[in-house]
């Protein structure tokens, strides 16, 4: 999304982990800029009522906060993750982690569950003391060797409180699965509001911290889970709940992983590579090699809208950027099939699509029970329609007629291109509604049809 003069620039929660005492903040380098521009004393007051109000009020106003975050964004099965964990007054903590959107499976001992994260824990809770004198705590966590590839976020519970922190538990190599899902980590830190650090607060912000634990607001002001990315509360979730449920299985990457990728050959392995979430921020690197990738016949999935939109590069802990893609000339349609072209600027409800041509992808509606003129779900915030550099043969499967006003319409498309299907769900909340049955069963259908993996045969939806 384009950041909006209608976004609130001061919803900013400070970093613990880089400045103990929450009454430092404002006098960070960023703040200070950000001070400057409202130029007066009412204006500080209202920026100190917001941080104290909103910031504070997930863990109680008048109680400090307590903020965590990994030191990687991924990690390796068998590793030792790095926790650290700044602010509060609390000298302990209860430690457990969990799988996202991982149901309970009844034969196994159990740890329990967590209804925030639809997940079910991997380890048993653990007693965590605070370091004496010390603000800052530095938690060693042992990866299991055999936990499976996925989203993994460790909660912390004190007095009444809770945190998350989460990572991706990458595969121990590429390619042990025929799907990859990259999970999109720098969209998630460009929306985080700690340290005033985002994009969406002020234009003076250039440069983010990919280090920065995640805030218990959004952009908006709006209270989130203190620890978790607002973009993958709100869109990826919804697909974890299914993913777990569908029997199949895939290699998660971060987009540091993607990074590290030399060359589109180290993923041939893979027949299908899934953009589950929001992939607005990626830098030349990945753009190019997934444009590789799909020339060599590779197929890709995109479940949001507004991918691929932004350049950015990534050095270390830093995201530097922006400049839109279709500003270099390389719109995001030659990739994707289709392109952002607006939200919904607070105002535009979610409609439902309506679907406008099964014989394009009639494999992807088998068993659905949807026909052309059905209506399924409901989508908007952000959305993509094709354009002119949409590749050729790239058909409309679904749309929202004037979404967000006239010429704005939401489009679900597909593509071929030599041995290369691309599909574009066009709303960014589809993938967060992949848990739904009849959404849940096209998902399956495209699954199956791009990886080669056989469908699950279970009772239908997945139960769990």
Avoid: C
């Avoid at 799907?179 to 999109?184: G, S, T």
């Amino acid at each position: 999304m384009e950041p909006s003069p209608i976004v609130a620039r001061m919803h900013s929660t400070a970093n613990p982990l880089h400045d103990p005492p929450l009454a430092r903040f404002l006098r960070t380098r960023r703040q200070r800029a950000t001070l400057v521009t409202f130029g007066s004393a009412i204006a500080v007051t209202a920026a100190l009522a917001i941080v104290f109000g909103i910031v504070l009020a997930p863990s109680r106003a008048g109680t400090p906060p307590l903020l965590a975050g990994f030191e990687a964004r991924s990690y390796a099965p068998g590793q030792t993750a790095v926790l650290d964990i700044g602010g509060g007054t609390t000298e302990r903590v209860t430690l457990q982690l969990f799988l996202a959107g991982s149901p309970v499976t009844p034969t196994v001992q159990s740890f329990g569950w967590d209804r925030t994260l639809f997940g079910k824990a991997v380890t048993a809770p653990r007693q965590v003391l605070r370091p004496t004198a010390r603000s800052h705590w530095h938690v060693r966590v042992r990866l299991d060797a055999t936990w499976p590839s996925g989203d993994y976020v460790a909660r912390l519970r004190w007095n009444g409180h809770t945190a998350y922190a989460p990572f991706v538990l990458r595969s121990e190599r590429l390619g042990t699965e025929p799907v990859l899902v990259v999970e999109p980590t720098n969209t998630w830190h460009a929306y985080d509001v700690t340290d005033g650090d985002s994009w969406y607060l002020t234009p003076s912000v250039h440069v983010i911290d990919l280090a920065n634990p995640f805030a218990g607001s959004d952009v908006r002001g709006g209270k989130v889970p203190t620890g978790l990315p607002e973009q993958f509360w709100r869109f990826d979730l919804g697909f974890l709940r299914w993913y777990w449920r569908s029997g199949y299985r895939a290699d998660f990457v971060s987009d540091d992983d993607l990074e590290r990728i030399s060359s589109a050959k180290q993923l041939s392995r893979y027949r299908l590579i899934v953009f589950a979430g929001h992939e607005e921020y990626v830098t030349s690197h990945t753009y190019d090699l997934i444009t590789s990738y799909r020339d060599a016949g590779g197929n890709l999935a995109f479940l949001a809208a507004n991918n691929f939109f932004y350049r950015v590069s990534v050095h270390g802990d830093t995201m530097v950027g922006r400049t839109r893609w279709r500003d270099l000339r390389r719109p995001e349609a030659a990739l994707v099939g289709s392109q952002y072209v607006g939200w919904n600027e607070s105002r535009y409800p979610n409609r439902p699509y309506r679907i406008v041509d099964t014989s394009a992808a009639t494999w992807l509606f088998a068993g659905t029970q949807l026909h052309d003129g059905s209506l399924l779900g409901r989508y908007g915030i952000e959305i993509d329609e094709p354009n002119e550099a949409s590749p050729a043969g790239t058909h409309v499967l679904a749309t929202i007629p004037n979404a967000f006003g006239p010429g704005k319409s939401a489009n679900m498309t597909i593509y071929q291109r030599g041995r290369s299907t691309v599909f574009d769900a066009g709303a960014i909340n589809f993938g967060a509604s992949a848990h739904w049955p009849t959404v849940s069963r096209l998902v399956s259908n495209l699954w199956t049809h791009l990886s080669g993996e056989p469908q699950w045969l279970g009772v239908w939806p997945p139960q769990g």
